[in-house]
């Protein structure tokens, strides 16, 4: 299973995104999840773009939805690399879930963690 990175979510979510394509692409035949948090994040973002609770909730459907845990947290505070906590938070979910890559757009979030878990950044298409 692949873990799909809060910004992977967004670029699939918002309008004229840069990396729709090539984020689509890299998801195809993939089986993928997202942690709540990005379901947080695709909430948020979505509401701002106008979208209805239902749509976003559409746009998610395509993803198994994994719980963020008390354990996970202090996992994070473990492998935090660098000050970008969401990312520490995200790599915990990713790996007690038992993913085997995490798809990313966020270049430093890959190499800050590579060493953990293969990543795969999408380029522009």
């Known amino acids: 299973m692949v873990f ?3 910004n992977i979510v967004l670029e699939l979510l918002l309008p004229d995104r840069i990396r729709k394509h090539a984020v689509a692409k890299a998801l ?17 973002f979505g509401r701002k773009e106008k979208y209805t609770a239902e ?7 395509e993803f198994q ?4 845990t008390a354990d996970d947290y202090v996992q994070a505070l473990e492998l935090l690399a660098d000050n970008e906590f969401e990312d520490a938070l995200q790599l915990a979910v990713a790996l007690r ?3 085997s ?7 430093t979030f890959a190499q800050n963690y ?12």
């Open 114 to 125: 590579s060493t953990r878990i293969d990543f795969e950044v999408p380029k522009n298409a």
């Open 97 to 99: 879930s038992g993913c």
């Open 101 to 107: 890559k995490i798809l990313t757009i966020d270049q």
């Open 4 to 6: 799909a990175d809060a």
């Open 65 to 68: 939805l994994l719980d963020v």
């Open 28 to 44: 195809r035949g993939e089986q993928a999840a997202i942690s709540m948090l990005s379901v947080h994040l695709a909430h948020y």
């Open 55 to 61: 749509q976003i909730h559409d746009s998610l459907s």
